[in-house]
């Protein structure tokens, strides 16, 4: 599977075991697109997943960009997600 860069990062933090589960959800993310997950093994009890536009490719890159911040904040909103840290 050919996931971004940011999200390959994240699963091989997560136990081998979890990552073929994590995996499906999360592919494709297209630019402007996030997506939410449990946080495992990390300190937090969520992480949301946001793939930001690739400027000079992704158009329209600041259109794309803000709809991370929307999505993620919309994300976090339905969980009750309280802080969130960009």
């Known amino acids: 599977m050919n996931f971004p860069a940011t999200v390959d990062r994240l699963l091989d ?8 589960v994590m995996a499906r959800p999360l592919a494709p993310i297209r630019p402007g697109g996030a997506v939410i997950t449990g946080g495992h ?36 909103e339905g969980k009750g997600i309280r802080s969130v840290a960009f």
């Open 13 to 20: 933090r997560l136990d081998v075991a979890v990552q073929p």
């Open 41 to 76: 093994n990390l300190p937090n009890r969520y992480v949301i997943h946001c793939l930001g536009p690739v400027y000079g490719h992704d158009e329209p890159a600041a259109e794309l960009l803000a709809s991370c911040y929307r999505n993620a904040l919309r994300l976090a």
